[in-house]
């Protein structure tokens, strides 16, 4: 049904980005809590780009994908989008009230198996993501991982579209994104996911991003050299084979050599994990901030 902003009480601020504000809300009178993402819609391109957001979240109807449940005009112009409430937060979240300890390998591989399915479900409906990092994979408290932010991604109308224009966040950008001639950018858009992923997963394990030294500010230009003339980035020695294999197949610079969605799924990293096991250890990475989150509320 219509929603209309004054039917919702801010709660907290959740989070904020280039996209706009994101709160925590309370629907009045029936109590439901969601979030509640406001676009600054003040010029074309960032009108084009909430309209585009809105028609993809709309499109999907996945557990894999953030719930979309409506669009409120705001007073002064701006359109905001009405979203499930993802209890745990954000990897990035996680990350950091891990103090930067890494994730263990199995709980990663319960991860990557989640986003992956995830990006299926965007792929088979010509959706590319592009923005695909920590803070754009939201958790629940049952451990579900999904999909968010669809500000900067594109539906492929055609199957060969180059898809390569300067959007998204560009630390997580594959090697093609800069440089299509030279890394297959035509080959199939894609497979900028993927890299982005396996930069994600490989985040994880490290505790920090993998392209710099912890710490450092990214820039643009440190960023497309380090991306572009380095060599892909790579987990440590003591990490598994299979681990290794698995984050190799992510992180080629050349598109084409890269792996597939459908590919990884099938890849012993993934397919061949304990499930049990692997589940497990991601709810241990929950529960402390499933725990500080209920003191706050308490
Ligand atoms: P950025 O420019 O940093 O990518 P953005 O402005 O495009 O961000 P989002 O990524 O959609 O906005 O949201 C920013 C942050 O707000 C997320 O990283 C997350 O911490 C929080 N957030 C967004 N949506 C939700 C949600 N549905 N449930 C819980 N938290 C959310
Ligand atoms: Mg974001």
């Not at 409430?85 to 979240?93: E, F, K, Q, T």
């Not at 959007?167 to 030279?182: H, I, K, L, N, Q």
């Not at 920090?208 to 991306?227: E, K, N, V, Y």
């Not at 890849?267 to 241990?284: E, K, L, T, V």
């Amino acid at each position: 049904g219509e929603h209309r902003l004054s039917d919702f009480e801010k709660i907290k601020v959740l989070g904020h980005g280039n996209g706009g504000i994101v709160h925590q809300v309370r629907h009045r009178r029936t109590g439901s809590v969601y979030a509640l993402k406001t676009l600054t819609a003040d010029d074309s391109i960032s009108r084009r780009q909430a309209s585009r957001e809105i028609e993809i979240l709309r499109m999907c109807d996945s557990p894999t994908v953030v719930r979309f449940h409506g669009s409120i005009p705001t007073p002064s112009g701006d359109v905001a989008i009405l979203l499930e409430y993802m209890d745990a937060g954000s990897l990035a979240s996680l990350l950091t009230a891990r103090g930067g300890r890494p994730f263990p390998e199995a709980a990663l591989a319960a991860i990557a198996h989640q986003v992956l399915l995830g990006l299926s479900y965007l792929h088979s409906h010509q959706i590319v993501h592009r923005d695909i990092k920590p803070g754009n994979l939201l958790v629940s408290a049952e451990g579900e991982i999904k999909i968010a932010d669809f500000g900067v991604s594109k539906i492929l109308r055609r199957s060969l579209d180059p898809c390569v224009s300067y959007v998204g966040t560009c630390a997580y950008m594959s090697p093609e994104r800069f440089d299509p001639d030279r890394y297959g950018g035509n080959y199939d858009a894609y497979a900028a996911d993927v890299w982005s992923l396996g930069l994600t997963v490989l985040e994880l394990h490290l505790g920090h991003f993998p392209l710099l030294p912890p710490g450092q500010r990214p820039d643009w230009a440190t960023l497309m050299c380090a991306i572009c003339f380095g060599e892909p980035p790579e987990l440590p020695e003591t990490a598994s084979d299979n681990f290794r294999d698995f984050i190799g197949r992510c992180l080629q610079k050349e598109s084409s050599k890269r792996w597939s969605v459908a590919q990884l799924l099938a890849h012993p990293f993934i397919a061949g994990r304990n499930q049990a096991d692997s589940d497990d250890s991601f709810r241990d990475i929950l529960s402390p901030s499933l725990q500080q989150q209920a003191a706050e509320e308490s």
